[in-house]
């Protein structure tokens, strides 16, 4: 059975999107990096696609010019992966909203050890939900926020969920706006 699917550099978009339903087996992992034409069309259809991969464990969205309804199109499904390890999501320019939209998906996700957002445009309202979302999710080893605008009221509202994560070995927050 299919396992691993990787699109990397690939002019992937949204009518490719239907051939990922194959992947099963042990451990299946999808990876889309540096497709940029996924787009919010290409997220919408893989948000449809994916309640079929409940065996999921790596989902890799990096800088496929997602966007913000593509985040928020995707965090209706993301729930339905309860095997969903590791979520990569940087490059995308999700945005507050996009943030806001994957913090109320978050808490579901019991078994994501690994958040990638790194580089999405997120700002203080978005991180704000984030940081709320946070506390729930026990089994996170590793957080990545660099680059975002999130300012310093979500710094605060960080120092106060960090500690309820036990798990988490790995926090990155470099380049963040402070203001």
Avoid at 157 to 176: D, E, G, I, N, Q
Wanted: aromatic letters at 6%; a positive charge; proline letters at 5%.
């Amino acid at each position: 059975s299919l396992t691993a699917l990787t699109y990397v550099r690939v002019k992937c978009c949204s009518t490719q999107i239907p051939l990922f339903s194959p992947l099963s087996g042990p451990s299946p992992q999808l990876r889309l990096a540096n497709n940029f034409s996924i787009g919010y069309a290409g997220a919408k259809a893989l948000a449809v696609a994916l309640p079929s991969l409940t065996a999921l464990t790596e989902l890799y969205l990096q800088s496929n010019s997602v966007g913000a309804d593509g985040a928020k199109a995707l965090a209706v499904a993301l729930p339905s992966l309860t095997a969903l390890t590791e979520l990569y999501l940087f490059g995308n320019s999700i945005g507050d909203d996009g943030a806001k939209a994957l913090a109320v998906a978050l808490p579901s996700m019991t078994a994501l050890t690994h958040l990638n957002l790194y580089n999405n445009s997120i700002g203080g309202d978005g991180a704000k939900a984030l940081a709320v979302a946070l506390p729930s999710m026990t089994a996170l080893t590793y957080l990545d926020l660099r680059n975002n605008s999130i300012g310093g009221d979500w710094a605060k509202a960080l120092a106060v969920a960090l500690p309820s994560l036990t798990a988490l070995t790995y926090v990155r927050v470099k380049c963040c706006s402070t203001q």
